[in-house]
């Protein structure tokens, strides 16, 4: 379990909602992957270039992400 499962959930939620960013912590619930594990695959994603990340400020801070349209 971990990345495949995570990116095919960004992949699908995407398409569905191309404006919605995704916190590692919802990924983990919805997935019923560990949040470690979702964590490190987010990364490992990133740095492959299949997801896109942002830093989000304010009261609830924390990286969101959503896939990246012209990956796979």
């Known amino acids: ?3 495949q499962e995570v990116y ?3 992949k699908d939620k ?3 909602n191309k404006e919605k960013w995704w916190t590692s912590k919802i990924i983990a619930e919805k ?3 560990s949040r ?3 964590t490190m695959s987010l990364k490992k994603l990133c740095y492959q270039n ?3 990340f ?3 400020c304010g009261y ?3 990286n969101q992400y959503k896939h990246k349209p012209d990956s796979k």
């Open 60 to 62: 609830k801070k924390g």
């Open 50 to 52: 299949f997801i896109e």
């Open 1 to 3: 379990m971990g990345q």
């Open 14 to 16: 995407y398409k569905k």
């Open 54 to 56: 942002k830093v989000e």
């Open 36 to 38: 470690g594990s979702v």
């Open 31 to 33: 997935t019923d992957i």
């Open 8 to 10: 095919d959930f960004l």
